[in-house]
Structures are given as structure tokens and as C-alpha cells.
């Protein structure tokens, strides 16, 4: 089984651009949660997506945005992006229903904005 | 509140010497525990999970954890340590109570092995 893939694997942006970030999970998995990762503030979760609909939001601003396709993949996006945006967007996917799954993550998207 | 602390933001070891990685958490119900790893510039790697059952769990490459109730802890350990073991580890935790639950995972601990 493939795992989960993220693409693209780097970014380089300015500031003010916006940037779309997109997540195939593993096959079967329905459920897709985005997290931000910078060296200071640790692993922060986004959101998390199930059968097309925002089931959780972290504490993120309104530039921080994401959907979910009928196929289950998904995308994330950050409007006017600020220096402090950079950082390393990682997506992961699990079973929902059986609580006790562990998610599986994809190799991330190095985004850095100058 | 759900939250997860790991207190220790590195962690030095021998090569051969055991290590133990720390790991406590804060759930309203019961937990799931979870140990990943992260090598530079990779996503995290999935290592062992506690569910119910045995408070010892046995995971890859040779890591176990310990879930102990009482003092909230699950922390990671393996025997004897290996320099290829130098990586990013996060614990997180999600509590039993529903499906949507998030996952809460520590600030990470870097373990550094030494030949």
C-alpha cells in the first residue's frame, strides 16, 4: 500500500503570495489532518478533514484554510503569506472508527517565504 | 484539558547504554498513547501505540514504552541504544472518548547517541 504522499516537497514564496498545499492519504483512509511544524513552536495542528467536511481547527488564523475531495485527498491553503509561515506542513491520515489507529504521515512540504 | 508534556528537550546517550525518552499526558477519559520518530527532513514514523491491556508495549527497531496510570506517564525505552536512534521524538495522546478526537502530541525530544 502506497503511503501517504504530499506534494509539493519544497516551496519557496514572498511574502503577500498565497500557496496551495496538497495531501494524497493512504488508500482507505478517510480522514486527513494538516500540522504545522517550525523548530520553536513544535508540531500544531491545522485541521483535520473527514468525508469532505472540517471536523477539528486548531488555532490558526482565517489565512490558513483546507478541503477535502470526494476521492479523500486534500488540500491546504495559506493566503497572504507572512515570513513566519515557513515552516514544514506535514498531513496525516488514519481509520476513523476505531479509535485506537495511529496516523500515518506523509514526508511533509518545506515551505519557506522570504 | 488534553496535553502532553515531554519535559526533556534532548536527550544524551552512550551507544550500548539504555535510554528512556519522557513522556506524561493529561486526558479527561482514558488514553491512546502514541511514540513517532522524525529524522531530518522526514515525517514522523509511527513506533508503538498504547491502547488497553499490557502497560508494557513492544514497538519497532527495538523501542518499548511503559504506560503507567497512576503517574500519567508513558515513557519510551530501548536497551541499548544505537547511533542510528539519533532522531526528533514525539509522543501524543487521544482520548478514548469519540472518533473525531484530535491528536495531541508533545513539543518533541531530540536524542542524540554517541559512538
Known amino acids: 500500500k502506497a503511503g501517504v504522499t504530499q506534494t509539493p516537497r519544497y516551496l519557496i514564496k514572498t511574502r503577500g503570495q498565497q500557496v496551495t498545499l496538497s495531501c494524497s492519504p493512504i488508500?482507505?483512509?478517510?480522514?486527513v489532518s494538516w500540522y504545522q511544524q517550525t523548530p520553536g513552536q513544535g508540531l500544531q495542528f491545522l485541521f483535520e478533514?473527514?468525508?469532505?467536511?472540517?471536523?477539528n481547527k486548531g488555532n490558526f488564523p482565517g489565512r490558513f484554510s483546507g478541503r477535502q475531495f470526494s476521492n479523500s485527498r486534500s488540500e491546504m491553503n495559506v493566503s497572504t503569506l507572512e515570513l513566519g509561515d515557513s515552516a514544514l506542513y506535514l498531513c496525516?491520515?488514519?481509520?476513523?472508527?476505531?479509535?485506537?489507529?495511529?496516523?500515518?504521515f506523509g514526508p511533509g512540504t518545506r515551505l519557506t517565504v522570504l | 484539558a488534553q496535553s502532553v508534556a515531554q519535559p526533556e528537550d534532548q536527550v544524551n546517550v552512550a551507544e550500548g547504554n539504555p535510554l528512556t525518552v519522557k513522556c506524561t499526558y493529561s486526558?479527561?477519559?482514558?488514553?491512546?498513547l502514541f511514540w513517532y520518530v522524525q529524522y531530518p527532513n522526514r515525517g514522523l514514523q509511527f513506533l508503538l501505540k498504547?491502547?488497553?491491556?499490557?502497560?508494557l508495549v513492544k514497538g519497532s527497531y527495538g523501542f518499548e514504552a511503559e504506560f503507567n496510570k497512576s503517574q500519567t506517564s508513558f515513557h519510551l525505552k530501548k536497551p541499548s541504544a544505537l547511533v542510528s536512534d539519533s532522531a526528533l521524538y514525539f509522543c501524543?495522546?487521544?482520548?478514548?472518548?469519540?472518533?473525531?478526537?484530535?491528536?495531541?502530541f508533545g513539543s518533541g525530544t531530540k536524542l542524540n547517541v554517541k559512538p
Open positions: 496525516a491520515s488514519y481509520t476513523v472508527g476505531v479509535g485506537g489507529n495511529e496516523q500515518f
Open positions: 488508500s482507505g483512509h478517510r480522514s
Open positions: 478533514y473527514f468525508s469532505e467536511t472540517q471536523r
Open positions: 486526558v479527561s477519559g482514558n488514553p491512546y
Open positions: 498504547y491502547i488497553t491491556g499490557d502497560n
Open positions: 501524543a495522546v487521544r482520548d478514548q472518548g469519540g472518533n473525531f478526537n484530535k491528536f495531541y
